[in-house]
Structures are given as structure tokens and as C-alpha cells.
């Protein structure tokens, strides 16, 4: 059974730092499609960044391109959302998804219909 739980959410001021974890399991971490989803008040799910975790090829969205940082750790099932320089814009609830076919072509490889399994989320909340 595959299985995504996030970590790491909080509150933090403007220009802050926070970094999330997404801790998988229920399937072979070591090729796998991996991404961060995030959904801001009466806004919907944006995909911001992913990793294809065999190869490390990495995707970003713009609106995080530069700040956010995706890893994983393979040996430890774990994916990572290193993000500085937060902003109050940032506040959303972060989740994390799943793909086990692969990250697909790039005009799709952010869209969450994408990817299967989902993660609960966790709130991250920047403060101006």
C-alpha cells in the first residue's frame, strides 16, 4: 500500500526558511516520479517542483524557481522541499504526490493529474 506522509510545515516569517519532508513508502523510491503540490486558499493545486528520482532530472515551476530546492534520499525513502526566502504568497498547504509510470512530458510533468497518490499535506504559513 503506498503511502506519503509530509512533514515539516509551520509558520515562519517573510524571508524565512522551512524545509519539508515527505516520507514514501509502498513502492521502489528509487524510480519513481516525485513531487511537491500546493494548494493556497480558494486557489487550486500548483505544481512547483519534481524530481525523478533515478536520474535526478528536476523540474520547477516559476513562481519557486530559484528559492525551493527538491532532494531526495533514496537510502531513507524521503523527499525533501528545501525553501528560503519565503514570501507571504507561499502560504498554502504543501503536498506531496507520486508517479510510479515516470514524470511524463514536460508540459505535464507539474500537473496533478499526473499523479496518483497524494500525500495529507502540510501547512506552511509565511508571515509578512
Known amino acids: 500500500q503506498v503511502q506519503l506522509v509530509e512533514s515539516g510545515g509551520g509558520s515562519v516569517q517573510a524571508g524565512g526558511s522551512l524545509r519539508l519532508s515527505c516520507v514514501a513508502s509502498g513502492f521502489i523510491f528509487s524510480s519513481v516520479c516525485m513531487a511537491w503540490f500546493r494548494q493556497a486558499p480558494g486557489k487550486g493545486r500548483e505544481g512547483i517542483a519534481r524530481i525523478y528520482t533515478l536520474s535526478r532530472d528536476i523540474r520547477y515551476a516559476d513562481s519557486v524557481k530559484g528559492r525551493f530546492t527538491i532532494s531526495r534520499d533514496t537510502a531513507k525513502n524521503v523527499l525533501y522541499l528545501q525553501m528560503d526566502s519565503l514570501k507571504a504568497e507561499d502560504t498554502a498547504i504543501y503536498f506531496c504526490?507520486?508517479?510510479?509510470?515516470?514524470?511524463?512530458?514536460?508540459?505535464?510533468?507539474?500537473?496533478?493529474?499526473?499523479?496518483?497518490?497524494w500525500g495529507k499535506g502540510t501547512q506552511v504559513t509565511v508571515t509578512s
Open positions: 504526490a507520486a508517479e510510479v509510470v515516470g514524470c511524463g512530458s514536460d508540459s505535464l510533468t507539474l500537473h496533478p493529474s499526473r499523479y496518483h497518490y
